[in-house]
């Protein structure tokens, strides 16, 4: 059932998107009198699930569900009509059309993307305001990762600043090492300040290991509430209780307290804790997995909620954020020392990421966000995608001179074989992460 929740939301999701981005092509193609001879949400090699004429447009629905086109009359497109081509120009076909015009209706639909996540953004901060955990919050330190540690932090570190600037969100800091390239970030370690040089290929080694955040907030072992099934409520112990050793062994944090009950795991063990300022012991066996059925009270986040007028600002800023976080994750994936495309997923990677039941909140926050991805990638300049049109169109505008249709259709050959060569690439290293 999870699985079908993943797989709806990840359908629903794409099909929003798809028609967005081709709604802009079709609004700017009839905007400038260019005939739109299909529209279709999803690609239908051999046949249709549904299709109806309106007007002068087809509109369908596909089987395949790759993404979806509208054909415009008179565009060398994925169609690769030739017969079309190989009459007299109309004046509404898009070759008929001025430079600028064409230009216009081949970033439609990018437009359209990148106005719908910002749209979303807006209306996501108005309905839910945000929320974050100020870094000035996580007063305990932080628990590294070993990548981390490699680094030079330490367990327990307070992470005042990266190259000089202050952090503010505590979940930022693992985007702004890996993605900015930093020389050096400063910590508070017991009481001093000190720098950190932040080695070279770090952001590289992190992308290797796969880690997706190099620190976690450090929690006192202080129960907040109990799991009605916990071990150590039957033993007799409460929400207040502070655990301060296992079987005489030293614990104050949660992340100690997880390490000693894997050595114990089946085990019988006695739980040293502070009830008031009363020491008392309790006996259990560590049940597999070893969860005691404890949960640690939160650190304070920081919410903040907005009118309807302030949100589209907010919302804006949000988009634009995001944009340029997903640049230079795109540059990691370019920049071969990395090695970031062999983390490069397709559909299964995408899907996977919507959460297990349905979150209208998670379902938009992951929709702006692919929306922007949309955007951007269809913006590279790769024949068979808008970024490739924009490209000849804009050599075009700049030299006074057409390409070829010859040309065109070569370019198209290339793009679509280049773009299937990705998909199968992406796709094939779903695969392989499901078998490895």
Known sequence: ???????????LSLSLLIIAHEAGHFLFAKLFRTRVEKFYLFFNPGFSLLRKKIGET?????WLPLGGYVKISG????????????????????RSKKTWQRLLI????VLVNFLLALFIYSMILFHWGSSYLPNENVRYGVVCDSLALKAGFRDGDRILTIDGAPVEDFHEITTRLVLENPSSAEVLRDGARIQIPIPAGFAADNIRSGTAILFQPRYPAVIDSLASSSVILRAGMQAGDSIVSINGLAVTFVHELRTQLKAFEGQSITIGYFRDTTFMEASVVVPTPPLLGFYTRGLETKVQQYGLLESIPAGISMGLETSIMYLRQLRLLFTPETKAYESLGGFITIGSVFPG????????QLTAFLSIMLAIMNLLPIPALDGGHVMFLLYEMI????????????????GMLLILFLLLFANGNDLLKLFR
């Open 75 to 94: 565009m060398i497109d994925e169609s690769m009509d030739r017969a079309q081509m190989a009459q007299p120009p109309k004046p509404w076909e898009f």
């Open 399 to 414: 030299t006074g001179r057409k390409p070829s249709q010859k040309f065109m259709e070569h370019a198209q050959r290339f």
């Open 106 to 109: 081949m970033i439609g639909g």
């Open 1 to 11: 059932m999870e699985i079908l929740i993943k797989i709806a939301q990840f359908l």
């Open 357 to 364: 039941q349905w979150n209208w909140f998670a379902f938009w």
């Open 58 to 62: 087809v509109y369908g629905l596909g």
